[in-house]
């Protein structure tokens, strides 16, 4: 019933930049908390970056002055801009969401399908 669909994804050099979007559809009564996270080949996912409804930012010491997550009028969309890229940040990057779908339901997770980022010469 809910849908989280990434695009933006791709191969880019050293130095480049690349914008992630996500957005979310479906029976969605209120959303709450957004954010990207990663995975890299053989590690386990972690945070990137998170964008609450109100605004607030939260980012990984790994990305901080180098990724901006926004979220335009608190609506089910989210982007990461990603600048400065490295090698190390080639990963499955993934949408997270919190949501209701009816106004009793309790917050839940909800993931995309992941978007791959490569950062390579």
């Known amino acids: 019933q809910v849908q989280l669909v990434e695009s933006g994804g791709g191969l880019v050099q050293p130095g480049g930049s690349l914008r992630l979007s996500c957005a979310a559809s479906?029976?969605?009564?209120?959303?709450?908390?957004m954010g990207w996270y990663r995975q890299a080949p053989g590690k386990g996912r972690e945070l990137v970056a998170t964008?609450?409804?109100?605004?607030?930012?939260n980012y990984s010491d790994s990305v901080k002055g180098r990724f901006t997550i926004s979220r335009p009028n608190a609506e089910n969309t989210v982007y990461l801009q990603m600048s400065s890229l490295k090698p190390e940040d080639t990963a499955v990057y993934y949408c997270?969401?919190?949501?209701?779908?009816?106004?009793?339901?309790?917050?839940?997770?909800?993931w995309g399908q992941g978007t791959q980022v490569t950062v390579s010469p």
């Open positions: 997270n969401a919190t949501l209701k779908t009816t106004y009793w339901d309790r917050e839940r997770h909800y």
């Open positions: 479906g029976r969605i009564f209120s959303s709450g908390t």
């Open positions: 964008v609450t409804s109100g605004g607030n930012t």
